[in-house]
């Protein structure tokens, strides 16, 4: 087996950035270079101010950055160089053509495989990292094996990434597990350990997994499917809440304390988002589909379904307390990224909301730490419709605070769980007296106590919970 000197990942976004660069951070002996085609993105990640936001990414960026750490929109060169090669390039749903709103787009795979095999002039390991429906690494294959030659052969590994955006270094310098697939060829096996090696420079040797690379490819789409159809149990679970008076917090609480279920990802929300889960059950869906297994596509498309639901069943709740209208009201909407700790906005329930809001013709101050201004623009702006961006800047407002945004509210909305916005960090009161009145507080994330609340004026509504419950 031949040890791995020289890694080059194509695509240098929210995955390919920070795994590289832990890679590069965990072993100095490996040159790492990040290549990609936005020479924006790579002048970010060669600048003070990276591209991304992510707690720890920073340090060991710096740290690495200029030592065994490139970034570069050289792509041919790296590619020469490198013995192993990650694709970790976009994926997102096809917006046209077959499959459009469902399967999954491969043309960035595409293209960077084809690139791979065009400037080639040494053996390659390519790793799968971006996800990919299940069978993407043989069209992979068939695309390398045509420019092989008796000198130059490829070996194709799947090595799926579940990092979680705002935890991303923590979960690489620490993950529950690698996953590498590989063909259950001498060859295969081959690379699969040469990949393993690297891992193993830090990762504990049990937690690296090895599997054919058809396991590989579907256990990335199953896991996310799978946790997505645990929010969306627990957000179906939260409208019985709402309409019984049980708890969602507790049912959550009850049901996880069983160890076959297990506490995590049981927090009941206004919907997920990010740029994964929607989009890898629509492609797991579509999978099925053409499997002929409309049952199967049936059962997991219902995850999607409901958390669909969820985003519009709270906006109808909001609109409903404010005494079924929203026109001219000023909805201050605190968080727009899709979770904490990140200034990823990509599926953020907070888009769906705001959209609905602004249809509704209310005014909405928006107000989240770590998402750029421009970018809440480029979110809420329809580029099908004529003067959008002249509609959108006259429907909103982006403030520098919380207290900015809730100032003259008529109701103040939660949608991201940001720590500052929990009662110990913000002054409920003080926003409560800049408020309108009655001043509504809709809280989308479970982070508030509903009591305490009320007990300074508020009228509230939380995700899960019922105004009378615990009483008879
Ligand atoms: N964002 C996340 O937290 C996670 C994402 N993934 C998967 O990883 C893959 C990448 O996701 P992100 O990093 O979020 O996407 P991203 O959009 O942030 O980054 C992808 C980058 O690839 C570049 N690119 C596209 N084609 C290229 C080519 N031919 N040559 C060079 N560069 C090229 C794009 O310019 C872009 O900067 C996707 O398949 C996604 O499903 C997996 C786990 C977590
Ligand atoms: O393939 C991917 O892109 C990644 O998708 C998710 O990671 P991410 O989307 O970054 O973040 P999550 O923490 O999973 O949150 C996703 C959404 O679900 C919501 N969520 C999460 C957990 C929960 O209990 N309730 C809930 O509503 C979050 O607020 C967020 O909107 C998975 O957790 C990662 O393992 C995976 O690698």
């Known amino acids: ?38 020479q924006q993105r790579i002048d970010a990640w060669n600048s003070d101010k990276l591209p991304i936001y992510e707690p720890g990414l920073e340090e060991i960026v710096f740290d690495r950055r200029g030592k065994n750490l490139f970034f570069t929109t050289d792509v041919d060169n790296a590619i020469k160089e490198a013995d192993l090669i990650f694709v970790s390039v976009n994926t997102p749903t096809k917006k046209t053509g077959l499959g459009a709103g469902m399967a999954a787009d491969l043309a960035y795979v595409e293209s960077a495989t084809r690139r791979i095999a065009e400037v080639a002039t040494s053996s390659k390991i390519v790793v799968e990292k971006s996800t990919v429906p299940c069978r993407t690494a043989e069209s992979m294959r068939t695309i390398l094996d045509a420019n092989a030659t008796k000198d130059i052969c490829f070996d194709i590994l799947s090595n799926p990434e579940f990092l979680a955006e705002g935890t991303a270094i923590k979960d690489l310098l620490n993950p529950d597990r690698v996953l590498i697939g590989a063909l259950q060829t001498d060859q295969g ?26 396991s590989s490819e579907l256990s990335k789409l199953a896991a ?14 939260s409208a019985i809440c709402e309409a019984t008076g049980a708890d969602v917090d507790e049912v959550a609480y009850a049901c ?32 099925s589909t053409q499997l ?54 990509r599926e953020s329930a907070a888009i769906t909301l ?71 960090e913000l002054d409920y ?17 479970l982070l508030l106590d509903a009591a305490e609340l009320r007990k300074i004026g508020f009228k509230v509504h939380i995700i899960g919970k019922n105004e009378l419950a615990g009483t008879a």
């Open 189 to 214: 096996i081959a690379a699969q350990n040469a990949l393993a090696e690297v891992y193993k420079n830090w990762v504990p040797e049990e937690n690296v997994i090895t599997t054919n690379l058809w």
């Open 429 to 445: 009161q003080q926003i409560y007296d800049n408020m309108h009145k009655p001043a509504f507080l809709f809280d989308g994330r």
């Open 292 to 345: 002929n297994l409309p049952e199967v596509a049936e059962y997991w498309k219902q995850v999607y379904t409901l958390n669909e639901y969820q985003k519009k069943r709270f906006v109808k709740k909001i609109i409903s307390t404010l005494f079924n209208t929203i026109t001219n009201k000023r909805i201050a909407v605190l968080g727009f990224a899709f979770k904490k700790d990140t200034g990823d906005t």
């Open 256 to 287: 996880g304390r069983d160890t076959r279920l297990g506490s995590k990802f049981l927090k009941a929300s206004v919907g997920f988002g990010g740029s994964c889960f929607q989009k890898d059950i629509l492609n797991l869906v579509y999978l």
């Open 1 to 38: 087996m031949v040890a791995v000197k020289n890694i080059c990942c194509v695509g240098a976004g929210y995955v390919g950035g920070p795994t590289c660069a832990v890679i590069a951070y965990k072993c100095h002996h490996i040159k790492v270079t990040i290549v990609d085609l936005n």
């Open 354 to 424: 705001i959209k609905d809001f602004i249809q509704e013709n209310a005014h909405v101050a928006i107000y989240d730490p770590k998402v750029e201004r421009e970018q809440i623009y480029m979110d809420l702006i329809e580029p099908s419709i004529l003067d959008s961006r002249e509609q959108v800047e006259k429907s909103i407002t982006i403030c520098p605070s919380a207290y900015e945004a809730a100032k003259d509210a008529d109701a103040v909305v939660i949608v991201t769980e940001w720590d500052e916005f929990k009662s110990n």
């Open 224 to 237: 996310n499917a799978m946790l997505a159809q645990r929010i969306s149990s627990i957000n179906a679970l």
